[in-house]
Structures are given as C-alpha cells and as structure tokens.
C-alpha cells in the first residue's frame, strides 16, 4: 500500500474549485489516486489551514462530505506536536500545516505498525518542496497528477 499526504493548496484545488466547478475531473483524478494511493492522509494542520481559508462551517461539511464519497481520505493517525513542529519551521507559522505533513512523513517510516510501500508529499508549494527535499521526504508535484 502507498500513502499519500496532501498539502492544503492541493486541497483547496481539488475540493474547492474542482468541487464546485469539475465535478467530473474530481472523480477522475480520485481514481487514479485511489489506484496508486491505499491512503490519503490529511495532517491536523493542512485540515486546520483548510477551514480556515474561508468559510469554516461550509469548508468542514464539505471535507467531511468528501472523505465519506472517498473513504480512503482519513485524518493522518500521526500525532505531531508543535514543539515538532517549530523545531523545523521556528516561529513562521505560515507553513506549519507543510512542516505538519512532512514530519508525519518521517514518523511513519519510523513506525512498525504502518505498513506502507511508498508515502509521498502532495504539493504545489516550492518551498514545502525544497524542505521535503532537504529532509528526505519523496514529493508528489501537483503538475505530475
């Protein structure tokens, strides 16, 4: 099984824009990450970053209208504290929810009890993209859908 971590500019594509306006290109790209992808993982701060974008209310039922049409999409079983978090992104709380997901990266490789293939970042973010690269983290690019 492969794991896929996705980043909150991704999901604001996907279960935004896409959403409201490709339904039918959603469920395609859906597919094919559910054929490569056992898993998608949404850490606690991309989820957070993600209410937050807009509107909270309609942002939360939407997410948890798509995670019940694909159940593969799950909150990320890692916890991640923000000491974790802050010791790799210091006080710039502006990437927290990459820094998040990249971290929950690393931990999973360290886990016995999460069997995986393959765990990659999903981002269109440059700079979660040279961070993840720094630290080892196997990256998705958006543009390689």
């Not at 490789?109 to 970042?121: P, V």
Request: hydrophobic share 40%; with cysteine; charged share 35%.
């Amino acid at each position: 099984m492969n794991i896929l971590l996705m980043d909150n500019d991704v999901m604001v594509l996907l279960f935004g824009d896409f959403y409201d306006f490709h339904k039918d290109s959603l469920k395609k790209i859906m597919l094919l990450l559910q054929q490569e992808y056992g898993e998608i993982w949404i850490p606690q701060e991309i989820r957070n970053e993600f209410y937050l974008k807009r509107n909270d209310r309609k942002r939360r039922k939407r997410l948890d209208k798509i995670k019940k049409e694909y159940p593969f999409i799950i909150d990320c079983p890692i916890n991640v504290g923000q000491h974790e978090i802050r010791r790799i992104n210091g006080i710039n709380e502006k990437d927290n929810g990459e820094v998040d997901a990249i971290i929950q990266c690393i931990k999973a490789k360290s886990q016995a009890n999460i069997k995986f293939t393959e765990i990659r970042f999903l981002t269109r973010d440059k700079g979660a993209t040279i961070k993840a690269g720094k630290l080892n983290v196997d990256i998705l690019k958006y543009m390689d859908l």
